[in-house]
């Protein structure tokens, strides 16, 4: 079946250090790829946009890549502060159209 | 600069009954796509609309029905309201169709009791 795997519920990460993200997906051939950040209680916010033929995207401390031969991208904060803890989706259009999935996300803390 | 703007923010209904949740897309956006998220869950996909058509439909239920007017604004119809209707919905905008991020509103955070 299709679906969407991002790799853990939650991570923590220590202040400083790099934070990754994982975001699967089978049985999908998306045109493009994108991540959001989620707060308790509000709205996703965009983060970035990664189209297939693309294998990496930076804005400021983030950086995308996107791998369509393994199906997996992956979601990179670096030099990581308390400010970034939130919840992080990635979500891909399907078959080609406006039908957006988006992973469960996961639960990122980053410790002081 | 403007957002999308949702309205209303919270909304208590009773079982069977109909709730109207609105959505104003950014100006200039033409496209407008309906979430609904439960609790700990990741948004589920429930509508779109591009250029006051219906351009795409995932887990929406037959009770639900949506349309986007004229001003591009649009309103999700919920009818039938069950406990399992309880969530947060959300209205996104995009500049079009495709590769373009979407814009999410505050949300309306409707309970079913």
């Known amino acids: 079946s299709q679906k969407i795997e991002q790799n853990s519920e939650a991570l923590n990460i220590q202040e400083g250090k790099t934070a990754t993200l994982t975001c699967n997906y089978t049985?999908?051939?998306?045109?493009?790829l994108q991540w959001y950040r989620q707060d308790p209680g509000r709205g996703p916010v965009f983060l970035l946009l990664?189209?297939?033929?693309?294998k990496e995207k930076r804005k400021e401390r983030l950086k995308v890549t996107f791998d369509t031969t393994l199906k997996q991208s992956l979601f990179h904060i670096t030099a990581s502060q308390p400010a970034d803890s939130a919840t992080y989706l990635c979500?891909?259009?399907?078959?080609?159209?406006?039908?957006?999935?988006f992973g469960k996300g996961t639960r990122l803390h980053i410790l002081p | 600069a403007a957002g999308v703007i949702q309205s209303p923010r919270h909304l208590i209904k009773e079982k069977r009954e109909t709730a109207t949740l609105k959505c104003y897309p950014i100006?200039?956006?033409?496209?407008v796509y309906w979430y609904q998220q439960g609790p700990g869950q990741d948004p589920q996909f429930l509508i779109s609309?591009?250029?006051?058509?219906?351009?795409d439909k995932g887990s929406i239920p037959d009770r639900f029905s949506a349309q986007q007017f004229s001003d591009y604004h649009s309103e999700l119809n919920m009818s039938s309201l069950e406990l399992g209707d309880s969530a947060l919905y959300f209205c996104?905008?995009?500049?079009?169709?495709?590769?373009?991020?979407?814009?999410f509103g505050p949300g309306t955070r409707l309970t079913v009791t």
């Open positions: 996104a905008s995009s500049l079009a169709r495709g590769a373009y991020e979407q814009y």
């Open positions: 049985n999908y051939s998306p045109a493009y």
């Open positions: 990664i189209r297939e033929n693309e």
């Open positions: 979500a891909l259009e399907t078959n080609r159209d406006d039908k957006i999935i």
């Open positions: 100006p200039r956006h033409d496209t």
């Open positions: 609309f591009y250029e006051k058509m219906q351009s």
